[in-house]
């Protein structure tokens, strides 16, 4: 089992910034991707952003350019740097990994970005 906490999250104005961590313990041998996801009320759970074992990144389109992910294999722990942030940005963000393709989620930390 991986367990994971999550935290950063907040409410910050429109063009802020924020940063999110996602600590993993547990089992965390064999975890190959790490990702943040995001939902807003009345909407799915949308992926934001991802990192895969070798390093490479993807991003939503609404979010390249303003958010980063970045992980730090020695604290088991990946972050969201968030610039920029727009009311849209707001959300629950949870993060998840995949170890041994079983996925495990954060509780979600809560984003609001006023205008």
């Known amino acids: 089992q991986v367990q994971l906490v999550e935290s950063g999250g907040g409410l910050v104005q429109a063009g802020g910034s924020l940063r999110l961590s996602c600590a993993a313990s547990?089992?965390?041998?064999?975890?190959?991707?790490r990702a943040w996801y995001r939902q807003a009320p009345g909407k799915q759970r949308e992926l934001v952003a991802g990192?895969?074992?070798?390093?490479?990144?993807n991003y939503v389109d609404s979010v390249k350019g303003r958010f980063t992910i970045s992980r730090d294999n020695a604290k088991n722990t990946v972050y969201l740097q968030m610039n920029s942030l727009k009311p849209e940005d707001t959300a629950v963000y949870y993060c998840?990994?995949?170890?041994?393709?079983?996925?495990?989620w954060g509780q979600g930390t809560q984003v609001t970005v006023s205008s």
């Open positions: 998840k990994v995949v170890r041994f393709n079983n996925d495990y």
């Open positions: 547990g089992s965390t041998f064999g975890i190959n991707a």
């Open positions: 990192i895969s074992r070798d390093g490479s990144t």
